[in-house]
C-alpha cells in the first residue's frame, strides 16, 4: 500500500505546512485500528481551515482512508482521549515523513506523558467516572437493572482508564489488557460483573459497593487538578467555574461532579445575596482542610 500511496504522501510532504506522515495498515484480527480500510494515511499539519480533513480512496481491491489533522486537533484528541485510534496509529504505524523530528518529538512526549497533562487527563477521567457512577447507581435504586448495568460497565472503563493514567501511562484501544497488567483488582471486578451467575440484581449492588471504595480511594489524586484552579480564589460561581480556561473541558460532566465532592466534603456551597428576597447566588468553594492535605 506504501508504493499505492505514495504519489499522495510525497505531494503533502513538499508541503511547509506538513509537519509528519504516518501510515497505519491494517493487520490480521486488528481490524479496529483502520476502521475496516487496508490503509490509513495520517497526515499532521501545522494549521489548516478544517481541523480534521478525511478522503478515501479505491486501489484494485483495496482501500485505504487519508486523514488530515492539524497539531491542535491532535493535542486536544491526546488530551480528552475522543479519538483513541489515534494513539494506535502514533504508536504503531510506520512514519514515512517527519520533519524536524516532530513525530519523533511527540512519541517521546507521550512516552513520558508531562505530570501536569497527565493531573488534567486524571481530573476529566475521574468526571466521567463519576457520571457514570451515579447515574448507574440511581437507575439501580430505581430497579432499572439493565440500564444501570450499562452505566457501571461504563463507570467501570473509566475507572480502569484512570488507573492506567495514574501509573503514568496513556490509555489505548486496548485498555483492559493494559490494566490486566496495572491494576488486577479492577479487572477482577469487571469479570465478576460480566461473568457471575449471580443475579443481574445482586451483581450490581456487590459492585457499587466495591466500585465506591476504589472510587474513594482515588478522589484526591482525581480532583488534584480540579483542587487546584479552584484554590486560586475563594469561592466560585458555576459560570466562572464552567468558563475557565481548563475547566470548560469537563464540560457536562463538572456539575455533576461538584455535587459529589459536596457530598463527600471535599466542597462547601456559599450563599450569596441577590436582590431578590431569600434567593441566593450558590457558589463553590474548596475546604480548606483539603487544600492543606492536597
Given at each position: ?27 490480521q ?17 501545522e494549521?489548516a481551515?478544517?481541523?480534521v ?15 488530515i489533522v ?17 494513539f ?34 486524571m ?8 457520571r457514570?457512577?451515579?447515574?448507574g ?5 430505581n430497579r ?5 448495568y450499562?452505566h457501571?460497565?461504563h463507570?467501570?472503563h ?39 451467575q ?10 457499587f459497593?466495591?466500585s465506591e ?7 484526591k ?5 480540579l ?46 445575596e441577590?436582590?431578590?428576597?431569600g434567593?441566593?447566588?450558590r457558589?463553590y468553594?474548596l ?7 492536597l
Amino acid at each position: 500500500m506504501e508504493d499505492i500511496l505514495r504519489p499522495i504522501y510525497q505531494e503533502r510532504a513538499s508541503q511547509t505546512n506538513t509537519l509528519g506522515v504516518i501510515m497505519t495498515e491494517k493487520l490480521q484480527k486488528a481490524i479496529p485500528a483502520t476502521d475496516t480500510f487496508d490503509a490509513v494515511l495520517l497526515i499532521l499539519v501545522e494549521e489548516a481551515d478544517e481541523p480534521v480533513f478525511v478522503k478515501h480512496y479505491t486501489y484494485k481491491d483495496k482501500k485505504a482512508a487519508l486523514h488530515i489533522v492539524t497539531d491542535k486537533q491532535l493535542r486536544e484528541w491526546i488530551l480528552l482521549g475522543s479519538n483513541r485510534k489515534i494513539f494506535d496509529w502514533l504508536y504503531n504505524g510506520k512514519v514515512l515523513f517527519d520533519r524536524n523530528e516532530y513525530i519523533y518529538n511527540l512519541k517521546v512526549e507521550l512516552r513520558e506523558f508531562p505530570f501536569y497533562g497527565r493531573k488534567l487527563k486524571m481530573g476529566l477521567e475521574f468526571a466521567k467516572l463519576i457520571r457514570r457512577y451515579m447515574d448507574g447507581k440511581a437507575f439501580f435504586e430505581n430497579r432499572h437493572y439493565f440500564d444501570a448495568y450499562n452505566h457501571i460497565v461504563h463507570s467501570l472503563h473509566h475507572l480502569a482508564r484512570l488507573a492506567v493514567i495514574e501509573n503514568g501511562f496513556h490509555p489505548e484501544v486496548t485498555v483492559w489488557n493494559q490494566v490486566k497488567q496495572i491494576e488486577p483488582e479492577i479487572m477482577k471486578l469487571y469479570e465478576e460483573l460480566v461473568n457471575s451467575q449471580e443475579p443481574l440484581e445482586k451483581r450490581l449492588e456487590l459492585l457499587f459497593l466495591a466500585s465506591e471504595f476504589l472510587i474513594h480511594s482515588r478522589t484526591k489524586q482525581g480532583i488534584s487538578h480540579l483542587a487546584d484552579v479552584l484554590a486560586e480564589k475563594d469561592a466560585w460561581s458555576i459560570h466562572d467555574i464552567m468558563n475557565h480556561e481548563e475547566l470548560y473541558l469537563y464540560a457536562v460532566d463538572l456539575s455533576m461532579l461538584l455535587e459529589y465532592l459536596i457530598d463527600k466534603h471535599f466542597i462547601e456551597t456559599v450563599n450569596v445575596e441577590t436582590k431578590g428576597q431569600g434567593i441566593y447566588h450558590r457558589y463553590y468553594k474548596l475546604k480548606k482542610i483539603i487544600v492543606k492535605k492536597l
